[in-house]
Nanobody, 119 residues
Framework: QVQLVESGGGLVQAGGSLRLSCAASGSVFGADAMGWYRQAPGKQRELVATITSGGNTNYADSVKGRVTISRDNLKNTVYLQMNSLKPEDTAVYYC?????????????WGQGTQVTVSS
């Protein structure tokens, strides 16, 4: 069974940093686009950052300059380094990955990890 397992969330003061990780486990034979999304209470899920297998990145305007997405293709793992965190960054963060498994490509989501930034 393929899963995306996230880690690294937690409580941090404003101005602090966190690094999120998301690893694909199971019979995964390739990963294309990977990314991070977030959902704050009462709001829709929104894109934070994405990265292609070739390393091209895309960031939401709200996080540009504060967040860096990266990946390890050998480990099918994507990371999100978040610096200068603000209270408005508080949300559940989800990773997403387009994976080749079971002979086909499909999109998978992680279970989410809570990030709370206190003022």
């Amino acid at each position: 069974q393929v899963q995306l397992v996230e880690s690294g969330g937690g409580l941090v003061q404003a101005g602090g940093s966190l690094r999120l990780s998301c690893a694909a486990s199971g019979s995964v034979f390739g990963a294309d686009a990977m990314g991070w999304y977030r959902q704050a209470p009462g709001k829709q899920r929104e894109l934070v950052a994405t990265i292609t297998s070739g390393g091209n990145t895309n960031y939401a305007d709200s996080v540009k300059g504060r967040v860096t997405i990266s990946r390890d293709n050998l480990k099918n793992t994507v990371y999100l380094q978040m610096n200068s965190l603000k209270p408005e960054d508080t949300a559940v963060y989800y990773c997403s990955a387009y994976l080749f498994t079971g002979g086909r490509w499909a999109n998978y989501w992680g279970q989410g990890t809570q990030v709370t930034v206190s003022s």
